[in-house]
């Protein structure tokens, strides 16, 4: 069984479009997460998400919106894509933070996004 | 300056070398470090967690300098399958534990 799952694993749009990429994690976790790895490898937070609080990074466009229809589940929204939205996305979920140390995030297989 | 910054290599070894990985955080307030791989076209995974006290696994040991905001990675005994990308990652506080990667740096082991 994946832990994370992702959906879809490559998606090629046209620029001005809507789109959707889906995650789910089986895990129990309590806090979800999206992170945009771009074509210079780096890995970045966009969104952290548990049912009670969620915190954007403030660089992200608001055409990028999260929505979580239950604990299990954090979908990306993307409106009006354009060209430098391509990138891999990747889907994450952590159990609650129960201490000072963080806990471990598991990370889906990734959406590869091409905005043409 | 970026919040965690790595050397992005690629470093070359032969099999069986010793590789050493380094990483610099800029958040003095950072609570929590790890070190996760990435295999090339595939997502993150956990390599290890890093402790204050450093910590073995293996071939693999991690180390914390907190004075000096100094996190190392090393492998003993190099694989082929240790060819990847080793990811330093910073968590900045305890708010909605956010991880914080830096850039990776690239292994490649030959035979």
């Known amino acids: 069984d994946t832990a994370v799952s992702q959906t879809p694993k490559y998606l090629v749009t046209q620029m001005g479009n809507d789109k959707s990429i889906k995650c789910e994690q089986n895990?129990?976790?309590?806090?979800m997460y999206w992170y945009k790895q771009d074509s210079k490898k780096f890995l970045k937070i966009m969104f952290s998400?548990?049912?009670?609080?969620?915190?954007i990074n403030e660089t992200v466009p608001n055409r990028f919106s999260p929505k979580s229809p239950d604990k299990a589940h954090l979908n990306l929204h993307i409106n009006s894509l354009e060209l430098g939205d391509s990138a891999v996305y990747f889907c994450?979920?952590?159990?609650?933070?129960?201490?000072?140390?963080?806990?471990?995030?598991?990370f889906g297989q990734g959406t590869r996004l091409t905005v043409v | 300056r970026k919040e965690v910054e790595q050397d992005p290599g690629p470093f070359n070894v032969p099999e069986g070398a010793t590789v050493a990985f380094n990483c610099t955080y800029s958040?003095?307030?950072?609570?929590?470090f790890f070190w996760y791989r990435q295999d090339c076209r595939k997502e993150p995974k956990l390599l290890m967690s890093?402790?204050?006290s450093g910590n073995e696994d293996g071939r693999f040991t991690a180390q914390l300098n907190r004075a000096s905001q100094y996190i190392s990675l090393l492998i003993r005994d190099s694989k082929l399958s240790d060819s990847a990308t080793y990811l330093c990652?910073?968590?900045?506080?305890?708010?909605?534990?956010?991880?914080?990667f830096g850039g990776g740096t690239r292994l490649m082991v030959k035979p």
């Open positions: 895990l129990g976790h309590d806090t």
């Open positions: 990652v910073v968590t900045p506080n305890n708010a909605g534990n956010m991880l914080t």
């Open positions: 890093v402790y204050s």
């Open positions: 994450a979920s952590s159990p609650r933070d129960r201490g000072l140390l963080g806990t471990e995030a598991f």
């Open positions: 958040n003095s307030a950072s609570q929590s």
């Open positions: 998400y548990n049912n009670k609080e969620l915190i």
